[in-house]
């Protein structure tokens, strides 16, 4: 069976494991999580990194340490995973689903206006699989109506908008470490940013927001969201070859391009003129004219030994968060939308046989 994704794991990383093992820092304390921090910090050109224990309580920390609650709307897109809205849910506001670009899929930066009313408090763009939003779009739009930024990067480490770093640009940027991700802690996530107060106040809501000058001290109600030092001992051995996973990703996504670029009916990963994809998923759109359906061919996939993804569901056509309002861009790329095995350690023959199966439709 070819997988989806799988995690890169080798000695360095089972040394760091060993070594907290032996001193005994298995929890949150111990030298891994500093480390980390600031090596992943450094890797993004931000300044404070405040490491948690999964993705989706770093956006649910940073949400909680902007102030946004009961009553505030967060403008996010209706495609992406389902944490996205989740956080906005823990923290008690509401999403506002906002439908997608149909050429790199991220959120519609001129659909986002439409949707900032007065109780839209911030924009959560997500870079999907890989791709950036669009950022200088969509800092102009929160900074004409005084909205807070808090990016999705949970699927794009490494990626780049006009050069600049994915997580760069938001008041708070939230990134994934799940073991699917380009870069692994097991479980885990992180918030970056270069505003002092903010870090300081996701440190403390991250610890039960225990006062840090006086131990069992809270002024207020926080969280336990830390990241274990075994965490982060993978961590610290995964950024070490943070730059060179990204390239072969990068150098995946051409292959397989190489491969299907001919294929009638199918529709390959974007990557606009300002953007630099990262393929965290190499996913194409399967389309009308190809003869087979998205379904079909996942099906197809399957009895081959080899496992796809189909894109997620747009969270507006969930149960939780139904609504009547309908998304065309979003709901046709999930329909169309799969995620195709782009894991690093994929051999050259890998890709050949994934891309066959695609192409034997001809
Ligand atoms: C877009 C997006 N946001 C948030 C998350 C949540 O991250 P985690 O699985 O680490 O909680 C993920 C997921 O994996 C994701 O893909």
Redesign the pocket.
Known sequence: MIPVAKPCLGKDELDNVIEAVKRGWISSKGKFVQEFEKDFCDHLGVKHGVATS??????HLALEALGIGPRDGVIIPTL??I??AN?VTYAGAKPIFVDSHPNYWCIDPEKIEKYVTPEAKAIIP???YGHPSEMGKIMNIAKRHGLFVVE?A??AHGSEYQKKKAGSFGDIA?F???G??IVTTG???ICVTNNDELAQKMRILRDHGEDPNRKYWYNIVGFNYRMTNLQAAIGVAQLEKFDEFVGIKRRIAKSYNKLLEDVKGISLPPEESWAKNVYWMYSVLIEDDYGLTRDELMKKYWEKGIETRPFFYPIHTLPPYKSRESHPVAEKLSKEGINLPSFVELRKEEIERVAEIIRQNE
């Not at 999964?54 to 956006?59: E, I, P, Q, Y």
């Open positions: 999964n993705g989706t309580v770093a956006l992406t995973f944490a996205t956080a997500v870079h999907l999705d949970a699927e939230c994934s470490f799940f699917n991700k479980e885990g996530g």
